[in-house]
């Protein structure tokens, strides 16, 4: 598509913005115009009182320009302008489409960082939902639920002080490979051969992280074991991963050991029981979805009735916290068929539901296999997913559950949101400390990033590890960690 812009505007931004209409949109400025091809353009003008907007949206022959104008405040000029030239193009779309994004124009910054920030200034509840509304045209559901949110957020995130800290340990290795995903995962046989050096690389690593957590006076309240699938490795492999874990920290004194393991087709009771023999307290069993098939559809290798058998083994290992990944909006998938997986999930009553949107990322299969049509079915469908996210809001209510935690993602099909669910007092601590950057995050293995927080997540140091698990056995531990140590030090030297 064609972007054209007057003024001194953002054109990433304005980007950012395009896609919540026209999902998985390529810009190119050279790009001859033809009757399908669709150009916005945005003027900006100017004077002493505040900021002037136009923006028209056309393909061929069709065409809708509205226009805004936004007094400057007491806010930056520039966020101003902005705020002007989206809110001109978002009812411009609306009008085209005939459809209205529920999170408005708010993009590229969490919900929950912006609630947060309204809260901590001294806003009511009352006055941070309408703030939502004015400021960034966001549904009042919407407004509410990140509120809400935010809200139960900050009773967790005051336990966690900036000398505090979590462990995260990549494991980025799967059976096979999901169609949509976009996760960094290695399946090749080729790349899983190199799983027991990974291991061992792994524990090195882990060994220096535990010294540096020590030496700078951290106190490790969370470890999370993501991927990936952790249960791809086997039996033996993982409870020598778990038991080296659980001997170098001090595991019973946690706060959270999550397991991500994921894959019902991966999981074995012995897998289990090593689990919860060396203290892990969180455990993903993920269905996706239970109708076998888009199961089959998204190249997924188990069944619904593989995810009962792992479920009900979870259940009986004894680990506490058991939480179940559903994705709203599969290729294939309806809202019949996902209100069916939903009603059978609370049914279980498991003590954490994270629904997922959909979302069609560059890496995933998906893409390469149906082009970028996967896209164009979205606008159309946005009722039925609108449908689906609206019920499992609802029903999970209902049911008992809090919405704990909430992020977006770029690309997601109508502009939805995921949402973790959770029992009273179950929430996946690490998942909000993560999200909300409210500590450091020591992180170990391919694709890992350490995260250094300092003054309530304003400074943020990162530290990325190679992606691939053949670059990272390549690397030099020693080497590695002494220049994590050196960014941390420095890092802390001028943020304390
Ligand atoms: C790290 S991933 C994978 C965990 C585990 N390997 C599994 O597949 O069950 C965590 C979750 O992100 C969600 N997810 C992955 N790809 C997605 C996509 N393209 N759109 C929406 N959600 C996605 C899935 O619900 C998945 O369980
Ligand atoms: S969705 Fe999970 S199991 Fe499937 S490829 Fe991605 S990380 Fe692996």
């Given at each position: 598509?064609?972007?054209?812009?007057?003024?001194?505007?953002?054109?990433?931004?304005?980007?950012?913005?395009?896609?919540?209409?026209?999902?998985?949109?390529?810009?190119?400025?050279?790009?001859?115009?033809?009757?399908?091809?669709?150009?916005?353009?945005?003027?900006?003008?100017?004077?002493?009182?505040?900021?002037?907007?136009?923006?028209?949206?056309?393909?061929?022959?069709?065409?809708?320009?509205?226009?805004?104008?936004?007094?400057?405040?007491?806010?930056?000029?520039?966020?101003?302008?902005?705020?002007?030239?989206?809110?001109?193009?978002?009812?411009?779309?609306?009008?085209?489409?005939?459809?209205?994004?529920?999170?408005?124009?708010?993009?590229?910054v969490r919900p929950t960082k912006i609630v947060l920030d309204y809260l901590n200034?001294?806003?009511?509840k009352?006055?941070t939902?309408?703030?939502?509304?004015?400021?960034?045209?966001?549904?009042?559901?919407k407004?509410t639920l990140a509120t809400d949110i935010a809200r139960n957020e900050s009773k967790i995130i005051k336990k966690y002080p900036l000398d505090t800290c979590s462990v995260y340990i990549?494991?980025?290795?799967?059976?096979?490979?999901?169609?949509?995903?976009?996760?960094?995962?290695?399946?090749?046989?080729?790349?899983?051969?190199?799983?027991?050096?990974?291991?061992?690389?792994?524990?090195?690593?882990?060994?220096?992280?535990?010294?540096?957590?020590?030496?700078?006076?951290f106190k490790l309240k969370t470890i999370y074991i993501g991927?990936?699938?952790?249960?791809?490795?086997?039996?033996?492999?993982?409870?020598?991963?778990?038991?080296?874990?659980?001997?170098?920290?001090?595991?019973?004194s946690l706060d959270e050991f999550t397991l991500e393991?994921?894959?019902?087709?991966?999981?074995?009771?012995?897998?289990?029981?090593?689990?919860?023999?060396?203290?892990v307290t969180r455990i993903s069993?993920n269905?996706?979805?239970?109708?076998?098939?888009?199961?089959?559809?998204?190249?997924?290798?188990?069944?619904?009735?593989?995810?009962?058998?792992?479920?009900?083994?979870?259940?009986?290992?004894?680990?506490p916290c058991i939480n179940t990944d559903l994705?709203?909006?599969?290729?294939?998938?309806?809202?019949?068929?996902?209100?069916?997986?939903?009603?059978?999930?609370?049914?279980?009553?498991p003590q954490n539901i994270t629904a997922h949107t959909?979302?069609?990322?560059?890496?995933?299969?998906?893409?390469?296999?149906?082009?970028?049509?996967?896209?164009?079915?979205?606008?159309?469908?946005?009722?039925?997913?609108?449908?689906?996210?609206?019920?499992t809001q609802?029903?999970t209510k209902?049911?008992g559950y809090l919405p704990y935690y909430m992020y977006r993602q770029?690309?997601?099909?109508?502009?939805?949101e995921n949402v973790g669910f959770c029992k009273k007092g179950t929430e996946g601590i690490y998942n909000i400390l993560m999200m909300e950057e409210i500590h450091s995050i020591f992180a170990?293995?391919?694709?890992a990033v350490t995260k250094f927080v300092g003054e309530r997540n304003v400074k943020i140091?990162r530290?990325?590890?190679?992606?691939?698990?053949?670059?990272?056995?390549?690397?030099?531990?020693?080497?590695?960690?002494?220049?994590?140590?050196?960014?941390?030090?420095?890092?802390?030297?001028?943020?304390?």
């Amino acid at each position: 598509m064609k972007l054209i812009i007057h003024g001194d505007l953002g054109r990433y931004y304005l980007q950012t913005l395009c896609l919540l209409f026209f999902p998985g949109a390529k810009f190119s400025e050279s790009e001859e115009i033809t009757a399908s091809t669709p150009v916005v353009t945005v003027k900006l003008t100017t004077d002493d009182e505040g900021a002037q907007a136009e923006a028209t949206v056309c393909i061929g022959e069709r065409s809708v320009t509205r226009s805004h104008r936004e007094p400057y405040t007491d806010l930056p000029k520039k966020k101003t302008e902005n705020m002007a030239a989206s809110k001109a193009f978002f009812d411009a779309a609306k009008k085209f489409f005939g459809y209205t994004p529920s999170w408005g124009i708010m993009t590229g910054v969490r919900p929950t960082k912006i609630v947060l920030d309204y809260l901590n200034s001294g806003m009511t509840k009352e006055q941070t939902v309408k703030a939502l509304r004015n400021d960034y045209l966001v549904y009042h559901k919407k407004a509410t639920l990140a509120t809400d949110i935010a809200r139960n957020e900050s009773k967790i995130i005051k336990k966690y002080p900036l000398d505090t800290c979590s462990v995260y340990i990549s494991i980025p290795f799967c059976p096979t490979r999901c169609s949509y995903c976009s996760f960094v995962s290695f399946t090749t046989k080729k790349l899983l051969a190199l799983i027991p050096a990974y291991l061992e690389s792994l524990k090195l690593e882990l060994s220096m992280i535990k010294r540096q957590i020590e030496e700078s006076g951290f106190k490790l309240k969370t470890i999370y074991i993501g991927g990936g699938t952790p249960t791809t490795l086997s039996e033996s492999q993982l409870e020598d991963l778990l038991s080296y874990i659980d001997k170098l920290f001090d595991t019973s004194s946690l706060d959270e050991f999550t397991l991500e393991a994921g894959r019902p087709d991966t999981i074995s009771a012995k897998k289990l029981e090593s689990a919860k023999n060396h203290n892990v307290t969180r455990i993903s069993i993920n269905p996706q979805t239970l109708n076998n098939f888009v199961l089959r559809e998204i190249d997924r290798h188990h069944t619904a009735e593989m995810f009962f058998k792992a479920y009900e083994m979870a259940q009986k290992s004894g680990i506490p916290c058991i939480n179940t990944d559903l994705i709203i909006g599969l290729p294939t998938d309806d809202f019949d068929s996902y209100s069916y997986t939903l009603d059978k999930i609370i049914e279980l009553d498991p003590q954490n539901i994270t629904a997922h949107t959909f979302c069609v990322k560059r890496s995933a299969d998906i893409l390469k296999e149906e082009g970028l049509q996967i896209y164009s079915r979205e606008n159309k469908e946005n009722y039925e997913i609108s449908k689906c996210v609206d019920y499992t809001q609802i029903m999970t209510k209902k049911a008992g559950y809090l919405p704990y935690y909430m992020y977006r993602q770029k690309n997601a099909v109508g502009n939805f949101e995921n949402v973790g669910f959770c029992k009273k007092g179950t929430e996946g601590i690490y998942n909000i400390l993560m999200m909300e950057e409210i500590h450091s995050i020591f992180a170990a293995g391919a694709g890992a990033v350490t995260k250094f927080v300092g003054e309530r997540n304003v400074k943020i140091e990162r530290i990325f590890n190679p992606k691939y698990p053949y670059e990272y056995l390549e690397q030099d531990r020693q080497l590695a960690f002494e220049h994590t140590k050196k960014v941390m030090e420095q890092f802390f030297a001028q943020n304390q």
